[in-house]
T-cell receptor, first 114, second 112 residues
Framework: NAGVTQTPKFQVLKTGQSMTLQCAQD?????MSWYRQDPGMGLRLIHY???????DQGEVPNGYNVSRSTTEDFPLRLLSAAPSQTSVYFC?????????????FGPGTRLLVL | GESVGLHLPTLSVQEGDNSIINCAYS??????FIWYKQESGKGPQFIID?????DKRQGQRVTVLLNKTVKHLSLQIAATQPGDSAVYFC???????????FGGGTRVLVKP
């Protein structure tokens, strides 16, 4: 059971380039989400998904796209990278029940946009 | 908007002493709270949670207290160890779906 995995661990992009951050979980969790963490700050929600084929925006969605074609995978796409997107990105997942469920986080992807 | 925040950005504690990390939240409808520990270069790691129908919950060396009257949450770490050095975040799981709202974090430094 690998939990939540993210690739790559590090990435450097030039302004305007595009890339996809990968996230996968093997716990059969319905709920998956993407957060960004800027220096000295807490995490902010970018996008989330409550199941395959269903996605929605979080607090800071601009500049990012997501899709959820399978339960296991939830990729985050940067269409045209900007320096303001330099951050550490975390993917998380959890069960969805009638109650609040604990979210488990991946190790993160550090992104630098020049 | 609604927010979850922390009072102290940095806490220095002597090894073996108890640590107390505080958190204030503003959404009175919040019904689930989580404390996460984040070590350098790693993702947040679940420590303990508490639902709004409880005032206190204990884990291994950790206790979370919830005061709904003043919308305050605290994490107590007993006999703090060097391995407890990290940034601690409180998070609120709000009424809409399973979305987390994080506070800004408190860094705990354990002195030998």
């Amino acid at each position: 059971n690998a939990g939540v995995t993210q690739t790559p661990k590090f990435q450097v992009l030039k302004t305007g380039q595009s890339m996809t951050l990968q996230c996968a979980q093997d716990m059969n969790h319905e709920y998956m989400s993407w957060y960004r963490q800027d220096p000295g700050m807490g995490l902010r929600l970018i996008h989330y998904s409550v199941g395959a084929g269903i996605t929605d925006q979080g607090e800071v969605p601009n500049g990012y796209n997501v899709s959820r074609s399978t339960t296991e995978d939830f990729p985050l796409r940067l269409l045209s990278a900007a320096p303001s997107q330099t951050s550490v990105y975390f993917c998380a997942s959890s069960y969805l029940t009638g109650h609040r469920e604990t979210q488990y986080f991946g190790p993160g992807t550090r992104l630098l946009v020049l | 908007g609604e927010s979850v925040g922390l009072h102290l950005p940095t806490l220095s504690v002597q090894e073996g002493d108890n640590s107390i990390i505080n958190c204030a939240y503003s959404n009175s409808a919040s019904d689930y709270f989580i404390w996460y520990k984040q070590e350098s270069g790693k993702g947040p790691q679940f420590i303990i949670d508490i639902r709004s129908n409880m005032d206190k919950r204990q884990g291994q060396r950790v206790t979370v207290l919830l005061n709904k009257t003043v919308k305050h949450l605290s994490l107590q770490i007993a006999a703090t160890q060097p391995g407890d050095s990290a940034v601690y975040f409180c998070a609120e799981n709000g009424a809409a779906g399973n979305k987390l709202t994080f506070g800004g974090g408190t860094r705990v430094l354990v002195k030998p």
